[in-house]
């Protein structure tokens, strides 16, 4: 069993930036693509940036060029570092750890960008 636990949340101005940790244990987390996911009031939950085992990484178009994911095999921890924050970034952020068939979510860390 995949235990994923997200960190880093909080109450950050427009324009500010915040990074997002998320741990993963119990298996090897190196075989293991990892996600970010968000999921703001009333909407369903949308991939926001995935890095792939190898370190490849994919992002939304809505957040090209303001959001960064990277992963430290050594750590068993990725990471999302957020900047150029805009109030619709409101959302709990989620980190998903998948490989074949299984999946795994954590629990979940609230970002609010507000002034």
């Known amino acids: 069993q995949v235990q994923v636990v997200e960190s880093g949340g909080g109450l950050v101005q427009p324009g500010g930036s915040l990074r997002l940790s998320c741990v993963a244990s119990g298996s090897i987390f190196s075989i293991y693509a990892m996600d970010w996911y968000r999921q703001a009031p009333g909407k369903q939950r949308e991939l926001v940036a995935s890095?792939?085992?190898?370190?490849?990484?994919n992002y939304e178009d809505f957040v090209k060029g303001r959001f960064t994911i990277s992963r430290d095999n050594a750590k068993n921890t990725v990471y999302l570092y957020m900047s150029s924050l805009k109030p619709e970034d409101t959302a709990v952020y989620y980190c998903y750890g998948r490989h074949g068939y299984s999946g795994y979510w954590g629990q979940g860390t609230q970002v609010t960008v507000s002034s």
């Open positions: 890095v792939s085992s190898g370190g490849s990484t």
